[in-house]
């Protein structure tokens, strides 16, 4: 910053006997003689030597050939008074603020833009209240302490730190905070101690906490509000040694620790915490001194090294010596870990004896288990087979609740059970065959696959797996809960038989050489004709579309075409092209949106399976796709038909349906093809995610998927999907897509026009990142209010973050509605995307463009980029 001041004061200098040490600026002058004036008892020294830089406390230092202020340090000299306020923009080179531990009062003074500023102490006054946006601008601070200041008015985390990327240390323990904490952590990358202890905040831990490098996290609480939620994002934070949580209301499990190896201090007790403490932790040979003590935590007594401080009261562990605990107890908790220990179970499954008061079982007075009874407890998760451990069981209700996955085949070997009532769950895959003396209830789980039903396939060979009789990565998908469809659809195509399993294989993670059971397809067909999916034949589809009068358009697949139902309601129907090896699309657009529900992802009505001829019916979107209310064909003007409300409404709709597809229970469905062609829009513009022709479903726990071959479309690909060199496809790859679709939204042009040159035009992302460091923004059609500007701006700043080079930097669309549907304020700032046009497109292109539907050559792109969220 240049200052006119410093050499007019060097010119007066020359002239009169000051000396030069004196001439700091005078704001920073008019500023420290107020200060003077404040601080009680006085500073007789202060008053005794004109020279402000030599006066106790105060150190000037020269930059840029100008003297400053360098640091204020007054701390612990029993000092009281109120601080003048306007502190904020008058020291410019003030590095250190040091007032800690007097009995200063008032409002805190603004530390507004002081941009040099690294070290903040003011804990332990006695400050009443904080400015707004003091802690703005302050990009270089690097330690920031204002803790025990017991007096403080309410305050909120202030978001305004995000200005401030080098905070390595933060303290605002007992300063009365409130609220919850802001997902912003990963404006910090090296925040090193946080500590918030003794606040009023509540709320889960922010995700932004996953990988973050911070050692010591301090948040124990004495007060009524309390944070909640799981601590599983511990689990990431590698860099932990002390981890203080205590007085909390935590729930759910301990996580595995284990790459935690540098923690010494766990402190967890007076917390709400279920199930058994993982033997990983108790392998944490860098433990120093955990506590659990006072939460609900079951099973055996963990033992921990010798050395290390031990609290474990208050829990409900079976013994209070190590060892196992009893069978029947053991097995119970297993059956507790597949509901994920709820704490409901918690509180009475505890100790050694299931016949002494625990909840929801009953004995015989033989001490024999006789009932369980957990009907209608809103209990989630799976079935667990450890209930066919319980071999006195009787009568077993799990009736009217959330449960998934499948029915072990172990219950049909209980020699005992009488009653067996799963109904009103969301149980799927095969029922195992039980003995004619067992009433068994299972009504109400729509995707149960009924023995009767498979037995009228051939070639189904019962084994005595505790899963089921499927092939291993069959079973997986059933688990997931897509699996009734694939079991059909695999059923109508195996007429051809190798190609479906092949294209299965490359469709599914699941490597697997089990070979296909010999399924009659039309004989499975016609026994379950209570399918949701309605089969109609190609006639039909001829009499509904009028003879394929009205095409809607051309997928990348067919042509899609209007019809009327018999019931007047309107369908689209999609006419697959008969061309080789385009079963694969056929299956997984079944497979994929045949299980889905969900408000903004298009729903399928019917499907039509004959010889050659395939076709897929969907309801009718009277308002087309996306792209028609973006872009004009061949013109370069932008359509502005939609106001800015609703196209954040759509962009907020699109990315809740692609957050559907990626949170499945246990399989995530990735899209692989987002674009603005493959959006489309109801009558009230309500966005539906369409075609899943590329889709591919995968198991949640694998972050990467394989894919064969670059699939997508130009200008929406994500850079790892035809370069390894960026890491793998993941559910990432669709985070990138929609960014450069949601781009296109705010740019009203397309991000890659094969009619322009690419020499002459300048790469789109960087063309909005211009216009936004400028700090105009470039949308395709004016905003007419404030707010629509904030959306504007929100939607430009999630997709630059969502469109960067490195897939773990890109956020995940839960993180990205959340982003859209926050502040503005607290959306950081997305690293600078950098252009790279290739001249030739990358190898692995040729096949792609055989795929893609509209193939135009490439600008490949890739943003370089240093920060991180996620
Ligand atoms: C706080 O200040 C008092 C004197 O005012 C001093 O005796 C005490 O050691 C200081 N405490 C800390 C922690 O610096
Ligand atoms: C803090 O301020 C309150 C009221 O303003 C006063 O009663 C109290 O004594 C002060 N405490 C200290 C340590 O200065
Ligand atoms: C915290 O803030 C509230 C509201 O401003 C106030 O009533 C309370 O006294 C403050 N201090 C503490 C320690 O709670
Ligand atoms: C600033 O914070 C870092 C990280 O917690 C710490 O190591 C350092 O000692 C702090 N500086 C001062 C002056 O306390
Ligand atoms: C523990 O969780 C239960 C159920 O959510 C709740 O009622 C209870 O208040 C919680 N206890 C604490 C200490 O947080
Ligand atoms: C814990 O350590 C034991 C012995 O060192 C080892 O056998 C076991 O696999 C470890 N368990 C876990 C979960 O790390
Ligand atoms: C363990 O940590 C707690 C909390 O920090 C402390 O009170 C206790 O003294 C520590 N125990 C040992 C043996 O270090
Ligand atoms: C199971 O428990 C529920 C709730 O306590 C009760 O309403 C129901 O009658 C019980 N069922 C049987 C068969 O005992
Ligand atoms: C399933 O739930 C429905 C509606 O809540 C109820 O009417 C029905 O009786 C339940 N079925 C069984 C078998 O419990
Ligand atoms: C959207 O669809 C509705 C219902 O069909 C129709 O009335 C409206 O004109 C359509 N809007 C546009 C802009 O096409
Ligand atoms: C990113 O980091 C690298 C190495 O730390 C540095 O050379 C490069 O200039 C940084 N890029 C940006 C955009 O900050």
């Not at 400050?127 to 802690?135: E, V």
């Not at 049909?412 to 195992?432: A, E, I, Q, T, Y």
């Not at 699996?483 to 294209?503: H, P």
């Amino acid at each position: 910053m240049a200052r006119l001041r410093s050499q007019s004061i060097a010119t007066l200098s020359f002239f009169s006997f000051l000396v030069l040490s004196n001439a700091i600026g005078t704001e920073e002058i008019t500023y420290l003689l107020k200060l003077r004036e404040a601080i009680t008892p006085p500073l007789s020294q202060w008053f005794q030597t004109r020279d402000m830089c030599a006066w106790n406390g105060i150190t000037c230092a020269y930059y840029d050939d100008s003297l400053y202020v360098q640091s204020i340090d007054l701390s612990s000299m029993s000092l009281t008074g109120v601080l003048p306020p306007d502190l904020s923009s008058c020291f410019q080179g003030l590095h250190f603020l040091r007032l800690q531990n007097n009995s200063f009062h008032g409002p805190l003074p603004s530390l507004r833009y002081l941009p040099e500023l690294q070290e903040v102490y003011l804990d332990h006054n006695n400050f009443t209240s904080i400015p707004d946006n003091c802690f703005q601008g302050l990009f270089n601070l690097k330690n920031l302490s204002l803790s025990y200041n017991l007096n403080l008015q309410q305050w909120t985390f202030p978001i305004s730190l995000t200005n401030s990327l080098k905070l390595t240390d933060l303290d605002l323990a007992a300063t009365n905070l409130t609220g919850s904490l802001p997902d912003i952590f990963t404006s910090f990358p090296t925040l090193r101690r946080l500590d918030l202890s003794n606040n009023k905040l509540g709320g889960p831990l922010p995700s932004s906490f996953e990988f973050s490098e911070i050692q010591n996290l301090i948040l124990h609480n004495q007060l009524s509000n309390k944070f909640s939620g799981t601590i599983n994002v511990l689990s990431s934070m590698t860099e932990l040694t002390e981890v203080l949580l205590q007085g909390n209301s935590f729930n759910g499990l301990i996580p595995d620790l284990y790459n935690c190896i540098k923690l010494q201090v766990l402190m967890l007790q007076d917390n709400n915490l279920t199930g058994t403490v993982p033997q990983s932790l108790m392998n944490l040979s860098s433990l120093e001194n955990v506590s659990l003590a006072n939460n609900w935590l079951q099973g055996p007594l963990p033992v921990f090294g010798e050395q290390v401080a031990v609290a474990l009261g208050g829990n409900g562990f079976c013994l209070d010596h190590g060892g196992p605990c009893d069978k029947a107890v053991t097995a119970l908790l297993e059956v507790a870990a597949g509901f994920g220990y709820p704490y409901l179970l918690a509180r009475s499954w505890q100790g050694n004896n299931l016949c002494d008061g625990w909840r929801f079982i009953l004995c015989d007075e033989l001490g024999r288990i006789r009932t369980v009874n957990l009907s209608k407890l809103k209990l989630t998760g799976v079935i667990s087979p450890a209930f066919g451990d319980l071999t006195d069981l009787w009568y077993l209700y799990l009736d009217g609740n959330d449960l998934r996955g499948l029915i072990p085949q172990i219950l049909s070997n209980l020699p005992h059970l009488k009653v067996l009532d799963v109904s009103n769950n969301s149980l799927s895959g095969k029922v195992p065959r039980f003995s004619p003396v067992v009433l068994f209830i299972a009504k109400g789980n729509s995707l149960l696959l009924h023995d009767d039903l498979i037995s009228q396939t051939k070639g189904t060979t019962s084994t005595s797996t505790s899963t089921s009789s499927l092939p291993p990565w069959l079973a997986g998908v059933l688990a997931g809960g897509v699996g009734l469809t694939i079991v059909m659809y695999l059923m109508i195509i195996a007429n051809n038989r190798k190609r479906c399993f092949s294209l299965l294989q490359k469709m599914m993670i699941w490597k697997k050489t089990t070979t296909l059971p010999d399924y009659n397809v039309e004989e499975f067909i016609k026994s379950y004709q209570s399918m949701t999916l309605k089969r109609y034949s190609y006639s039909e589809l001829k009499k509904i579309t009028n003879s394929f009068h009205e095409s809607l358009g051309q997928g990348g697949y067919g042509i899609v075409y209007k019809a009327s139902l018999v019931d007047g309601r309107k369908v689209a129907v999609k006419i697959l092209k008969e061309s080789k090896g385009r079963g694969e699309e056929f299956v997984n657009e079944v497979i994929t949106i045949g299980r889905t529900s969900h408000v903004n992802i298009v729903s399928l009505l019917g499907f039509c399976y004959e010889m050659n001829k395939r076709a897929l019916v969907y309801e009718f979107m009277p308002n087309g796709s996306l792209d028609k209310f973006i872009y004009k064909k061949g013109s370069s003007t932008a359509v502005c038909d939609l106001d800015w409300s609703t196209l954040y409404r759509i962009t907020i709709g699109i990315a809740r349906g692609l957050e559907y597809l990626h949170q499945g229970c246990n399989t995530r469905i990735l899209h692989l093809d987002m674009k603005p062609q493959n959006i489309l829009l109801d009558e009230n513009f309500v966005p539906k995610i369409a075609d899943f022709g590329l889709a591919k479903i995968c198991k949640k726990d694998k972050s990467v998927v394989s894919i064969s071959g670059a699939r997508g479309t130009l200008g929406f690909i994500a850079p790892e999907v035809f370069s390894r060199t960026y890491g793998g496809v993941s559910h990432k790859s669709d985070v990138y897509s929609f960014g450069m679709l949601i781009l296109e939204v705010v740019g009203g042009r397309k991000n890659y026009d094969s009619g322009r040159s690419h020499t002459s035009e300048m790469y789109f992302p960087d063309w909005i990142y211009k216009s936004l460091e400028k700090g105009n923004i470039l949308a395709r059609c004016l905003p007419s209010t404030k707010e629509e500007n904030d959306m504007i701006m929100k939607i430009t700043l999630v997709s630059l973050w969502c469109i960067q080079t490195n897939p773990k930097n890109r956020p995940s669309m839960t993180k990205v509605i959340e982003m859209l549907e926050g502040l503005l304020e607290s959306i950081p700032y997305p690293p600078k995307p950098v252009l790279h046009s290739p001249e030739r497109l990358p190898t692995g292109f040729e096949d792609f463009e055989d795929l893609s539907s509209s193939a135009h050559e490439s600008n490949s792109l890739a943003t370089e980029n240093n920060g991180s969220i996620k």
